[in-house]
């Protein structure tokens, strides 16, 4: 019997930004450069035997298109997803991020602009193992047993007395300035685990002990992205929101689809 990945994705500007500047990638799925989100969840599943992938880009730069940043860098996936083998997915995961780092730079370049840039972060799983992957404060966590648990690592400034700790890494940095340095890490999947990758829009308005209690109560994935949704706009939805939630499964057939739910 195959394992499958059940999962649920939206994406949502805010109350207080005037752009959406966050993007993602759900199996070849991702968002134009000027969007206003989704409307409403969308979901799939897919076989772990495809290499499913999951990511979200966070958009930086303000007036300077990190919106452009963030579709670039999911874009630039996408290719590098499609045209490249996953016989060793640590070195792909690198690979990709040297190809999403390099699209952003160039465009920059060729725009005048001083800088822009995205955060990012992918999960990635293997036929036995699961990968994770970032660059910048986009998270990835595992959820079992009512425990949220963050598995990415955090590229921010850790001395800060108060305020937003600015980031010490990003995709959209020349080589010439600072050779980025993805954080890169392996583990094992189990069924009935459950991974969530969102934005800062989502953990700078709700903490992790909310997130923990609502993806407990809640197990229909769809809805659980809603809530999560509702809550941060409660807290005042002061940046992009994207949320991406992931199931491991037991499927004797495999799916590959996104589609709204209704």
Known sequence: MNYCIEYAVLCNKGIVRAKNQDNFWCMGNFLESENEGLQEPCWGKVET?????????????????????????????????????????????SGACSAMNDAICSYAKSQLFGSTGSTAAILLFGKNDIYICNVGDSRVYQFNNKKLIQI????????????????????????????ISPYVAKGLY???????????????????????????????????????????????????????ICEIRKQKRGFNLLRRNN
């Open 49 to 93: 035997a495809d290499f499913p992938a999951f990511a979200i880009f966070d958009g930086m730069g303000g007036e300077l298109q990190g919106e452009v940043a963030a579709h670039l860098a999911a874009h630039s996936f996408h290719e590098f997803y499609e045209n490249n083998p996953k016989s060793d997915l640590k070195v792909f995961l």
């Open 152 to 179: 990415s690592l955090d590229h921010s400034e850790t001395n800060i007395a108060s305020g937003k700790p600015p980031l010490t890494q990003n995709l959209g940095i020349p080589a010439t300035e600072f050779i």
């Open 190 to 244: 189990e069924i009935g685990d459950k991974y969530l990758i969102c934005s800062d829009g989502l953990t700078d308005m709700v903490s992790e002990g909310e997130i923990a209690e609502i993806m407990s109560t809640h197990k229909n994935l769809t809805e659980c992205t809603e809530i999560l949704l509702q809550k941060a706009l409660d807290y005042g939805g002061r940046d992009n929101i994207t949320i991406i």
